[in-house]
T-cell receptor, first 113, second 112 residues
Framework: DTGVSQDPRHKITKRGQNVTFRCDPI?????LYWYRQTLGQGPEFLTY????????KSRLLSDRFSAERPKGSFSTLEIQRTEQGDSAMYLC???????????FGPGTRLLVL | GIQVEQSPPDLILQEGANSTLRCNFS?????LQWFHQNPWGQLINLFY???GTKQNGRLSATTVATERYSLLYISSSQTTDSGVYFC??????????????FGQGTILTVHP
């Protein structure tokens, strides 16, 4: 148990639809990250939150993507007008400010048809 | 940004064999983690090891930060060790906010 849950675990959607994923750390973690992993590749950084502040966004995060962490606890990642290229595993990771080890959730596997 | 290269890309072993996985990185790092990704996609932490040597059961890892590489040793491999092994680093330069840069991974298959 990594202390991070993600919902849903799997999502199939049609191109053009909007989808939203949720990441729930079990306990309080100051830092929260989103990564995306496509088939055969390592995960790639998308965005970073320190408490409720979004401090960094990757160039991979186009304007169709938006992420929030409204109360500094759970986070959501929304993709608008999905494209087939958005098909990937979306991973959430957390760490505490005083530590460096990142712990990953089980991921949400998205398939865009 | 920092580059991470892992070798070999694929490794096939017989149960009981030992193996060494390598991770090279292009710049100084503040953080280096080894992960095992299971068939369901879960990334499991193996080691946080920006420098030095650590051991956990049949697994051990060594990072030589000055020479910019890390090694993961698996001894007496078991079929449950199969999966993808990732090395991930946080570059020491600039404002990285702790974001990990991953290598491409080593796919390990252990046959009974």
């Amino acid at each position: 148990d990594t202390g991070v849950s993600q919902d849903p675990r799997h999502k199939i959607t049609k191109r053009g639809q909007n989808v939203t994923f949720r990441c729930d750390p079990i306990s309080e973690h100051n830092r929260l990250y989103w990564y995306r992993q496509t088939l055969g590749q390592g995960p790639e950084f998308l965005t970073y939150f320190q408490n409720e502040a979004q401090l960094e966004k990757s160039r991979l995060l186009s304007d169709r993507f938006s992420a929030e962490r409204p109360k500094g606890s759970f986070s959501t990642l929304e993709i608008q007008r999905t494209e087939q290229g958005d098909s990937a595993m979306y991973l959430c990771a957390v760490t505490e400010l005083s530590q460096e080890t990142q712990y990953f959730g089980p991921g949400t596997r998205l398939l865009v048809l | 940004g920092i580059q991470v290269e892992q070798s070999p890309p694929d490794l096939i072993l017989q149960e009981g064999a030992n193996s060494t996985l390598r991770c090279n990185f292009s710049d100084s790092v503040n953080n280096l983690q080894w992960f095992h990704q299971n068939p369901w996609g879960q990334l499991i932490n193996l080691f946080y090891i920006p420098s030095g040597t650590k051991q956990n059961g049949r697994l051990s890892a060594t990072t030589v930060a000055t020479e910019r590489y890390s090694l993961l040793y698996i001894s007496s491999s078991q079929t449950t060790d199969s999966g993808v092994y990732f090395c991930a680093v946080v570059g020491a330069g600039g404002t990285s906010y702790g974001k990990l840069t991953f290598g491409q991974g080593t796919i390990l298959t252990v046959h009974p």
